[in-house]
Every structure is written in C-alpha cells, then in structure tokens.
C-alpha cells in the first residue's frame, strides 16, 4: 500500500510562483516512477510532468514545458513540482501519483495506480 499527501497549493497571481510537494510513504518510494496530474472544473484529468525512478529523465506537457519543473529527493521520499509563471489557465487540482508497474506511457495520466488526494491550485488574472 502507497500513502501520497500533497502539499503546497493555494492562491497566487498571475505570474507568480509556487511549489507543490508530495510525500510518500508505504513502499520503496526510490523504486517506482512519479508524476503529476492535474484536473480543471469541468474537464478531465491531464498529465502535467513525471520523472523517472531515478530522476534521470523527465517529462512534460507542452502546456508547462519551460515553466514548471518536477524533481525527487529520494532521501525524503518527496517528489516536487516547481511552477513559474503561473496562468490563469493553470488553475486545478493538481494530483501526485506513483506507478509500480514501469509503464513507459509518461506522458500520459495512464500510467499511474497511486493517486494523492490532491492540492488546489488558484491562479488570478
């Protein structure tokens, strides 16, 4: 069994920043693939960034490339999303999870069988 607690949301202004966080605990948290996934009002999930196992690699939705940032400290078992330049656009839940399988679809919200209980992200305009 996989615990995924989220962290770090909240209210910003356009263009601001902020850094979500996600602790796990249960398993070998170094083992196993992570990412981040998101959900807007009214629409459907969708795969934001994931990073390998061992943070060799790293993915992201075109939506976010060059402002948001996944990282992992296997140490602390916590995986990161840095999130700069934050849109209006950008506003949803935004969801950790794990993959125990080795899916190698990382670019999509399929990949995952452990899901957080998610952060709110507010972006004002």
């Known amino acids: 069994q996989v615990q995924l607690v989220e962290s770090g949301g909240g209210l910003v202004q356009a263009g601001g920043s902020l850094r979500l966080s996600c602790a796990a605990s249960?398993?070998?948290?170094?083992?196993?693939?992570m990412g981040w996934v998101r959900q807007a009002p009214g629409k459907e999930r969708e795969f934001v960034a994931a990073?390998?196992?061992?943070?060799?690699?790293?993915y992201y939705a075109d939506s976010v490339k060059d402002r948001f940032t996944i990282s992992r400290d296997n140490a602390k078992n916590t995986v990161y999303l840095q999130m700069n330049s934050l849109k209006p656009e950008d506003t949803a839940v935004y969801y950790c999870?794990?993959?125990?399988?080795?899916?190698?679809?990382?670019?999509?919200?399929?990949?995952?069988?452990?899901w957080g209980q998610g952060t709110q992200v507010t972006v004002s305009s």
């Open positions: 990073i390998t196992w061992s943070g060799g690699n790293t």
């Open positions: 249960g398993r070998t948290f170094r083992s196993y693939d």
């Open positions: 999870a794990l993959d125990t399988y080795g899916s190698s679809r990382f670019t999509t919200k399929y990949k995952y069988d452990y």
